[in-house]
């Protein structure tokens, strides 16, 4: 399934998600839009959609070349091997890091999670781990960690952006499981029995017109629906 098919899929279950577990928050969402991102409710509600948008796209990080690969590892994230040489790159310039330059905030552990990201997409096969129950376990705990460290450097709503996020990845894997190649919902490593690729009865095939169009126009139209009622 196309990127852009999974974000709508992603934002379409965040608003449907978010009416189920708190209606009345999200019926005020049009006002807090139209408040501006000055204020701090527009902040957050600008850090949620980032972090559906994220949720949505992070199991692909296991195709190099995908949306996220390149938006994160830029020209390392294209193939395999860039993405192998630049994490190994990433992680020794994170090690010596000049005395100089490690007061900018946030680089040096920028630069330790861009080099993991770019070895994981060097290490591990389409459609295996990210896109199973296991790996959506292990990327929450690593996002759980990151709010954690964002809570304790003052940003009050971090809290607030962990469901999001596991909205957008869990909708990822349903959405895979509609298309042809399908996934491995109960992933074990080194379980062969466990990697045996599994999909809906209904299902489409990657690019095609129920992808790019059905599928986008039906979340949008979910969406709409979402905010207007
Ligand atoms: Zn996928």
Known sequence: MTGKTHVAIGFAAAVAGGRLIQPTSFENYPNLLLEGLSSRVGIQLLAMAIAVWLGSMAPDLDQPGSTLSRNIGGPLGRTKTTAFVGGLSLLYLATRLPVMLSPIPYLQVGLLIIGCILLLMAILKHRGLTHSLLGMGLACVAVHWGLLVLLSDGVSFAASLFLPFLIGYGAHIVADSFTNSGVAPFYLPFM??????????????????????????????????????
């Open 192 to 229: 062969p029995k466990t990697q045996k690729h599994w999909h809906f009865p209904l299902h489409i095939r990657t690019g095609s017109f129920a992808d790019k169009v059905v599928l986008r126009s039906g979340a949008l139209f979910l969406i709409i629906v979402g905010f207007l009622h």
